[in-house]
């Protein structure tokens, strides 16, 4: 299983290399910046195994939700459940900072990952039409109301 760690700058390079990989928009080294820096609402993690790294994580903490803002996993390293372990590390880590309950948008075209996110009890609750704008595809809204780990049935810890 690999190690998480709190995103820091010497970070980034490996993160731009998997988000470039893995969006047809990625984000930019500055907004990543930004996120770990000066965003006291943000909390990002990578997944280590040895020195590279494999995935990353952000989230925003606002009161008591948690807002997954990304998460990816090196096109290497897919299939092999590190989706799921790095979105339980994000729930437990957004328990510690205080949220009950957390939300994502997920591209409707997704299907990998909104099982993912079912799987882990996330349920659909609506949709941002033209979200995406690289293609104008619309986003599914997903919840999870409970993140108290009791509730956590079939899934990897």
């Not at 990304?70 to 096109?75: D, G, L, R, W």
């Given at each position: 299983m690999p190690e998480f760690e709190v995103m820091r700058m010497d970070h980034l390079e490996q993160v731009m290399q998997i988000e470039e990989q893995c969006f047809s928009f990625p984000w930019s080294y500055s907004a990543f910046l930004y996120e770990i820096t000066y965003n006291n609402l943000a909390h990002y993690i990578v997944a280590r195994k040895g020195e590279k790294i494999i995935g990353y994580a952000g989230m925003w903490v606002i009161l008591d939700d948690a807002h997954?803002?990304?998460?990816?996993?090196?096109?290497l390293h897919r299939g092999k459940g590190y989706g799921e372990v790095i979105m339980v590390e994000m729930m437990s880590r957004a328990l510690v900072f205080g949220a009950s309950k957390m939300t994502l948008e997920v591209r409707v075209s997704n299907s990998p990952a909104r099982q993912l996110y079912r799987r882990l009890g996330f349920v659909e609750r609506g949709c941002r039409k033209k979200y995406y704008s690289d293609n104008n595809e619309d986003a599914i809204i997903m919840w999870k109301d409970d993140l108290n780990p009791a509730s956590w049935t079939n899934i990897a810890r």
């Open positions: 997954i803002t990304n998460i990816a996993v090196s096109p």
